[in-house]
C-alpha cells in the first residue's frame, strides 16, 4: 500500500502496490481533482508487509471522541 499526494493540488490517494527488490515502489496514477498525471518514484525506507494493520490504521486515523470534542469547542 503505498499513499501518495498529487504534486499539484495536494490531494491524497491510497494505491496498490510494492516496493521492488532494490526497495524502490513505482506508482502511476491521475488525480481525481484535478486531472494531472502522475508518476512517482519512492525510495521505501520500511516495508510494513509483515506488521499489524490495526497499529497502521490507528496512526492514520481520528478518534470518534476526539472528533466529539472539536465539534463542542
Do not use: Y
Amino acid at each position: 500500500m503505498l499513499i501518495v499526494a498529487c504534486q499539484i493540488c495536494g490531494e491524497t490517494k491510497v494505491l496498490a502496490g510494492t516496493p521492488d527488490s532494490d526497495g524502490i515502489a513505482r506508482a502511476m496514477w491521475i488525480c481525481p481533482r484535478c486531472g494531472t498525471g502522475q508518476i512517482l518514484q519512492l525510495q521505501v525506507s520500511a516495508d510494513a508487509r509483515k506488521s499489524d494493520l490495526r497499529k497502521i490504521i490507528h496512526g492514520l486515523s481520528f478518534s470518534k471522541v476526539a472528533a466529539i470534542h472539536e465539534n463542542q469547542a
